[in-house]
């Protein structure tokens, strides 16, 4: 079962707050609900080392450094002939949420929200909220607009994942 919300800026939710600077751009959240623990889907989240092997447009994906349940990567995302290269800083609070934020290049704004909740014997609800904004105005007119249909192949790309590794 997914849920789809699209918020704007004035509409963020609770635990997803937007910083002072930032302009009206295009949000998204995705819930669903899988047939695995928060534990389970937890641990493919936080594993970025493995990004390319699964995700849609991750062509390479690093853990540079690590302190704690926080550590920093170096990732290559690609859409068509482009690609780019940034850093993220990822923030793990395990097993109900982890914040993946990023200010390098092509973003003026990256925050990814994941969140885990047990759900009876029913799994796990699996919330993506994506906050993303590019520096380029050509980069935010060419994919902005794409990021409802990304965030859910994202979830799709976790859950084949989950399938793959836990049946």
Not at 94 to 121: A, C, G, K, M, Y
Not at 123 to 146: M, N, P, T
């Amino acid at each position: 079962m997914e849920t789809v919300v699209s918020v704007t800026n004035a509409q963020a939710t609770a635990n997803f707050v937007k910083e002072p600077h930032q302009r009206n751009m295009p949000s998204h959240e995705v819930h669903r609900l899988l047939g695995y623990t928060p534990e389970q889907l937890f641990d493919l989240v936080a594993d970025v080392d493995r990004y390319p092997e699964f995700l849609p447009w991750w062509t390479e994906a690093r853990v540079r450094e690590r302190d704690g349940d926080i550590y920093y990567t170096e990732q290559v995302v690609g859409f068509g002939p482009v690609r780019e290269r940034f850093g993220s800083k990822t923030v793990l609070r395990r097993p109900e949420r982890i914040d993946v934020t990023s200010s390098d290049r092509p973003f003026q704004h990256f925050h990814l929200v994941w969140q885990f909740n047990s759900v009876s014997t029913k799994g796990c609800r699996v919330v993506l909220k994506a906050d993303i904004e590019f520096r380029s105005r050509i980069l935010q007119d060419a994919f902005g607009w794409r990021l409802a249909g990304e965030t859910r192949r994202i979830i799709a790309a976790f859950q084949s994942r989950a399938n793959q590794f836990y049946g």
